[in-house]
């Protein structure tokens, strides 16, 4: 049998759980016995696709020019022609429009995953989102990413597949991580000792809520409860100035410019993780899927996270739970004091209480929320457009 080729396209491979996801399914596929291609524009986790196993096609994916999205469908077709490729997988909305016309003129099966939650504040930015749902098969990175095709677009259910974003328990395994990795952030965060860690770990954008959680630190603050906790926001402004600058005028209002830190992008996220006292996610706008919740969870780290979007699928709390079975927090978005109050409660956990959350956490996401089960998964949807064997090949199966 030939060994299928799958094309993804990403726009870039800088950050993200897009992009990250397009590196994995590349080394999934090679392992399935397929070949992987990986059209993008390029980025620091570029590498990374061909360490998988898989072929790196520089592309200029992350054009939104229609012009150049028109052109790009013809290169695509030369591509899929050159190196016959099988099915083609899309994983961001403009490249997803040149992928989809190259697809149709090729005749071949069209994979997208709905990454993100996209805002539809007019008619012309719902046109531009729906070809994310435009797949013969369209992968749903949740339960909620679901829901949302089917209410926009009338989506039938059976061309929707809810896969969770995985996470490799290996990588993130807080027995894996030398004290060297955590003293090498401690120092570049200029943490003293006896510091605990608020991680928020996302890109400079004003829906992340950044603002929130600087806001429930002055309250913490002022009510005494902050203590020797230093809150770290770690990501990439991505050309946002502006947005960096107003946080750095917020901090510097409340008081706040020992206690907040903007450090910029981290790297090493599993020891960012382990050096955590607590991660929150604080998005004023739905989260598609919040991989934040899953990584954190599976460190062991205990997290709180606002009840909008995919958080509340990944992240066990009351009352949904009995106290007990709890691995994090959900407050409302947009709520400063809710978000001090869950700050507070996870800040006095006794050291048993949080070793016990800890374990709890990392046992909810490696029965749900793992890479191979995500991996598997999205091998079954080509599998199933092509005939083919990837998935039991990706599982060591005997496929002669």
């Not at 996209?118 to 749902?133: H, I, T």
């Not at 949302?148 to 894996?176: K, M, S």
């Amino acid at each position: 049998m030939k060994r299928p080729t799958i094309l993804q396209i990403v726009p870039e491979l800088d950050t993200g759980g897009a992009e990250l996801s397009a590196i994995e399914i590349a080394g999934a596929i090679v392992k399935g016995g397929g070949r992987a291609l990986v059209l993008t524009q390029g980025g620091r986790m570029a590498s990374r696709v061909t360490e998988a196993g898989g072929e790196l096609v520089q592309f200029p994916a992350a054009s939104k020019n229609p012009l150049r999205v028109w052109l790009n469908a013809g290169a695509i077709a030369r591509i899929i022609a050159k190196e016959n490729v099988d099915l083609v997988h899309a994983r961001s909305r403009a490249p997803a429009w040149s992928a989809k016309l190259a697809a149709r003129r090729t005749g071949k099966p069209f994979v997208t995953t709905y990454h993100g939650a996209y805002g539809e504040s007019s008619s012309l930015k719902r046109a531009y989102n729906r070809v994310m749902a435009d797949g013969d098969i369209i992968i749903a990175n949740s339960k909620y990413t679901r829901d949302l095709i089917r209410t926009r677009y009338g989506t039938a259910e059976d061309r929707i597949r809810v896969i969770y974003r995985g996470v490799d328990g290996g990588d993130f395994d807080p027995g894996a991580i030398e004290p060297a990795r955590v003293a090498s952030l401690r120092r570049s965060w200029g943490l003293a000792p006896k510091m605990r860690v608020i991680l928020n770990a996302a890109r400079l954008t004003n829906w992340k809520g950044q603002s929130v959680l600087i806001d429930a630190a002055r309250l913490l603050k002022e009510r005494g409860a902050l203590g020797d906790a230093v809150v770290v926001l770690a990501g990439d402004a991505q050309g946002r100035d502006g947005y960096k600058a107003q946080l750095e005028d917020e901090i510097a209002s409340a008081g706040l410019q020992d206690q907040v830190r903007l450090v910029g992008h981290v790297a090493d996220m599993p020891a960012a993780y382990a050096t955590a006292h607590l991660a929150v996610v604080a998005s004023t706008q739905p989260e598609a899927f919040g991989r934040v919740g899953t990584e954190s969870q599976i460190m062991g780290c205990p997290v709180i996270a606002t009840a909008i979007g995919a958080p509340p699928e990944t992240v066990l709390s009351e009352p949904a739970v009995a106290a007990g079975e709890r691995t994090g927090w959900l407050v409302p978005p947009s709520d400063p004091a809710a978000m001090a109050d869950a700050i507070a409660a996870a800040l006095t956990l006794s050291a048993a209480e949080r070793a016990a959350l800890g374990v709890r956490a990392r046992g909810h996401v490696l029965r749900s929320f793992t890479l191979d089960a995500m991996c598997r998964q999205t091998l079954a949807v080509y599998d199933e457009l092509l005939g083919t064997s990837l998935q039991a090949g990706f599982a060591g199966e005997n496929t002669q």
